[in-house]
């Protein structure tokens, strides 16, 4: 049998898809693209001013170098990306969303027929990296281990899924549903509310709980919005807690001084950089919160979607049975 095809196309240009990008061609020997969007120009051209990489602004060039494109930007640009590609045809193509952002099902609903038959999504970036101080390097901290990645409609046969393991370098935990990958994050307080639900504006009177729809993409759009009543009454009961004493632990995790949710969340992705990195895993990701733990079960559970082996569903019941505990 043939060997497999070692290229891939990222598109994206933070540290998640340089990282990955990177890792796979100086660590893996494979073939790497970017496929240089307009949104994100500027930061390839300093990229290129320093002699790196090997990037495209032609998306015919991206879809034709290679059959694995692996999707690393915001929420708010997954629409403009798909309608980019939807002028081809892509179903011979695996492309992986790689920030959990249901952004599997936004691609189904734009590209329609031509969407990959293989969508997968993760909930995070399988490298951790930063940029240098000019900007036009990146410092690798390691490989994330045991990555769930999930597929949204048909699983990919054994020899395409140890291909998609070869790119990401280490295990990966397949699911059958891409709304558990897009849930299983290991740091729920945070991306969770302020990533997949857009930015969620949680004020210090819980009445002020609502979501920012009109900045990012239709079908996301319409997707909340169906939940949007269940979203609010669940967060309204999740979020009973005393924020200000959630700011404050906020900061001493993050050693910052940060004035509210959003103003965290908005500056969140620091949280790789050394500057702020907590020294427990269980501070860096407040894990042991156990109102919004419970929250993002039941949130999971508004999808029809099964969470019980999911790390941070087992970590709410241990915590809660703690707290229970405690106070009995």
């Known amino acids: 049998m043939a060997a497999y095809q070692k290229k ?12 990955q990008a990177a890792f796979a061609s100086h660590t893996l020997g494979w073939k790497v693209m970017f496929y240089a969007h307009p949104d994100h120009r500027i930061r390839f051209n300093k990229l290129a001013a320093a002699g790196k990489p090997n990037f495209t602004t ?12 692996s999707i690393h930007i915001r929420f708010d640009g997954l629409e403009d990306i798909f309608r980019h590609l939807k002028q081809f045809d892509m179903t011979n193509k695996i492309m992986i969303l790689n920030n959990g952002f249901f952004g599997a099902r936004i691609c189904k609903h734009i590209m329609g027929d031509k969407a990959p038959t293989c969508i997968l999504e993760t909930s995070t970036s399988p490298v951790a ?21 999930g597929l949204l409609e048909r699983m990919p046969d054994n020899a395409t899924k140890a291909r998609i393991a070869d790119l990401y370098g280490r295990g990966l ?10 849930f299983s994050i290991d740091n729920p307080l945070i991306y969770t509310v302020a990533v997949i639900f857009g930015a969620a504006a949680i004020g210090k009177r819980l009445s002020n709980f609502h979501l920012y729809k009109d900045a990012y993409c239709r079908p996301a759009v319409e997707l909340r919005e169906l939940l949007e009543d269940e979203v609010i009454s669940l967060a309204k009961t999740a979020f009973g807690i005393d924020l200000t004493r959630q700011y404050k632990r906020m900061n001493e995790f993050y050693d910052f001084e940060f004035q509210n949710f959003e103003d965290f969340a908005r500056h969140s992705p620091v949280h790789n950089r050394r500057t702020l990195l907590p020294t427990t895993f269980a501070h860096r990701f407040c ?23 999911m790390d941070w569903v ?12 405690l106070e009995s």
Do not use: C, H, Y
């Open 8 to 19: 891939a196309v990222f598109i994206g240009a933070g540290p998640s898809a340089v990282g």
């Open 58 to 69: 032609d998306p015919e060039e991206a879809v034709a170098f290679a059959d694995i494109i």
């Open 129 to 149: 990296a930063w940029p240098n101080n000019d900007d036009t390097g990146l410092e690798l901290a390691d490989v994330k281990r045991n990555l769930i990645i």
């Open 173 to 182: 935990k397949w699911v059958d549903s891409d709304v558990v990958g897009a």
């Open 287 to 309: 894990q042991e919160d156990v109102s919004a733990l419970l929250f993002f079960r039941k949130l999971a559970n508004v999808f029809g979607t099964k969470t019980e082996t």
């Open 314 to 325: 087992q970590m709410s019941k241990q915590s809660l049975a703690s707290q229970q505990n």
